[in-house]
């Protein structure tokens, strides 16, 4: 197939992936790339491979819970990072659920760190790099009207049955999800959409056994030279000889 990844066809850049135009109307191409970010896009590196390997899994997390029951925006994984996927109108929310209490939670609030949340934690942050991506309620995300009651409520619910489906599969390969962010859109009929991406960008996944951390806390450390096998290590315990083929890896 043809894939225009050329600038003509750019919608949107950020900071780790660009969204073409794809084919019909409400068709995008989705090109992982290999830069990294952290502090608010204050430090840049670039980490070779790490759009392949995220694209990867991102496809594979999609399809798992596409499977499931929860529609995602993935169409097809083109090509290694090179994503088809549905046109959304992205809501400006980071929906981040928490099973273990670490990160920016425990700098907020006086939660133990390591200890667990039962249920888990859902907050909302408002995906807006000048202000920091301050913490939401839904009295402030409906006044700043990017998202009604019933929006609000129904990404709760779609937050926690994608922490259902991912906690199994990363428990299945020894891996404990920690946490994640993940973000919404609607399609062109209204429905909220699961967009954007899942990827240990976007995780905290620690070794089961070691509590080795797997994931960009790596890079937020600056153990750069660890982030890539880190990466590598979830996709070789992710994949099936079944992803390989039909992947081409
Ligand atoms: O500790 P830090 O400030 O990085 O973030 P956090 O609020 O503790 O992050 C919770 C989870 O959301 C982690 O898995 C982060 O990787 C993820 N996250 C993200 O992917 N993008 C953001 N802009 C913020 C958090």
Excluded at 105 to 116: H, L, Y
Aim: aromatic share 8%; hydrophobic share 40%.
């Amino acid at each position: 197939m043809m894939i225009k990844m050329d600038s003509r066809n750019l919608l949107y850049e950020g900071k780790a992936k660009s969204v073409f135009q794809g084919e019909s109307p409400n068709e995008v191409i989705i090109g992982f790339r290999d830069d990294m970010t952290a502090g608010d896009g204050a430090r840049k590196e670039t980490m070779g491979q790490k759009g392949y390997i995220n694209s990867i899994i991102c496809a594979k997390i999609f399809e798992t819970l596409e499977d499931a029951g929860v529609k995602t925006q993935l169409i097809e994984l083109c090509e290694p990072c090179v994503m088809k996927a549905k046109k959304l109108d992205m809501i400006p929310i980071e929906v981040i659920v928490r099973n273990i209490a670490t990160g920016s939670i425990i700098r907020k609030f006086p939660f133990e760190d390591k200890a667990p949340f039962n249920p888990p934690l859902i907050q909302m942050d408002f995906k807006d790099d000048q202000f920091h991506d301050p913490m939401l309620n839904d009295a402030i995300a409906i006044a700043l009207g990017i998202a009604t009651k019933e929006d609000l409520d129904k990404l709760r619910e779609l937050a926690l049955e994608v922490n259902e489906v991912m906690t199994k599969m990363f428990k299945d390969i020894g891996i404990i999800l920690v946490d994640f962010k993940i973000e919404f859109g609607k399609d062109s009929e209204g429905n909220i959409i699961l967009g954007d991406e899942i990827s240990p960008d976007s995780c905290r996944l620690w070794d089961a056994e070691t509590l080795d951390i797997l994931d960009k806390e790596l890079f937020r450390q600056g153990k750069d030279d660890e982030v890539i096998n880190a990466y590598e290590e979830v996709f070789n315990r992710l994949l099936s000889e079944e992803d390989r083929v039909k992947w081409n890896l």
